[in-house]
């Protein structure tokens, strides 16, 4: 038994680790799921596999950690976390984007803490060393004349800025098939121009769950009806997939007829300018996402709890509130863009039973609170939900902590996309060595 599984039973309160079954290895769980089926516990629970996860997912491929509106103006700077990596994401004197390591290049102290912040200069709090915002090194007191500054600046971290989105890659070789994200949401938001808009509220809920459960919460809307009351009144529940068996007569031909309207409405908004049919890449990849315009219930304008807009000061360019919800995932965020305002959530992994869900409601920059939106409308139905799901998370967590559990098959007319998620785990935990 080597010393890192030694240790592992031992944190688990195993007497005699030498003695008791052999822990599997991560490449045995990979092995043992089923096609179809959930994960096995341990890729939920084990520490071993969220360091894993954190170097493949969160490291070596592409992340969404924020917007270019969390920094509108030269000297905004953000700070974030992600496991024991730290990024600063600011604005510099020239009004462009850059992403930093957080690490300064004398002995490596946090340049910021998380959370936003306005600088002149990046000063390091330790021993003042002081940078431009480019990452130049400016100042370094006391390391005598012959100091090479030049060698000494921050180092870049690769970022993309796509639509508004802020995407990093903390790896050194990012993968190169984030070219088909980058192709076809660039075009989906430029109506919404997402980089001039601001954010008009956020919320960080820690979830006591692992990062994928978090994910495959929010791939299925088989859970929307019985939990959801509020999203449901704009969302609908059907939209990914549905049992036409388990449906009523009525309720059947209520579906048919439904999908028959988005043919219908897909048709009209891509004939008016508008992309809105599906675009999935979620196997044989590294950049996983998906992409649809989404028609919204009831009175169709936005995700609130009557259906109608928040704001009516609109996003960016558009005019109509009548473009339903152009929703975005990809494997650390979902997305969701309407007319009136848009909901951006990342996710960030804490420890394999934490999870932090970081949500931003965005509207137009010149939008005035109380005038143009009224905040309990715009942000109501998702910190709703939020709560909601975080407390289904802490469920489903515990259960796959218990020795009953055994991995159940998804549904696979409502669950198809948590297969595909599995999967794609699974692959590229084998493209990595596993």
Known sequence: MDLMLYKLCLSRGVENPVQSRPIPSISTLLSQRTSGHALPAGLYT????????????????????????????????????IGSSSVILLRDDDGDIRVFHNVCRHRGSRLIGPGTTVVSKLVCPYHQWTYELNGELAYAPHMGLDLDKTCRGLK?????????????????????????????????????????????????????????????NNRECYHCSGSHPELCVSFVDLDFGYDPESLSVEDRAAAVQHEALYSSQTARWEAAGYQSSPVEQLVDCATNFRTQRLIIAGRGESQTLDATAASTRLLGRMTRTDLGDTHLWGHNSWNHFMGDHAVVATVVPLSAHKTLVRTKWLVHKDAVEGADYDLEKLTS?????????????????????????????YSRFAEQYLDKFAGWYIDRMRAHGY
């Open 381 to 409: 139905v998702w910190i709703a939900t939020t709560d909601q799901d975080a407390e289904l998370i802490a469920r489903s967590h515990a259960g796959v902590q218990d020795n009953a559990y055994e991995p159940g098959p």
């Open 46 to 81: 084990r520490d071993d596999v969220f360091e894993a996860d954190m170097d493949i997912f969160f490291r070596n491929h592409w992340i969404c950690i924020g917007v270019e509106c969390d920094v509108p103006e030269p000297g905004d700077a953000m700070g974030v976390n």
């Open 156 to 216: 870049p971290v690769t970022s993309k800025s796509i639509g508004g989105l802020i995407y990093v890659c903390l790896s050194n070789n990012p993968p190169k098939d984030i070219s088909k994200l980058e192709d076809v949401m660039e075009a989906r938001l430029e109506p919404y121009d997402i980089r001039n808009a601001k954010v008009a509220y956020q919320t960080d809920v820690i979830e006591n769950g692992n990062w994928k459960l978090t994910m495959e």
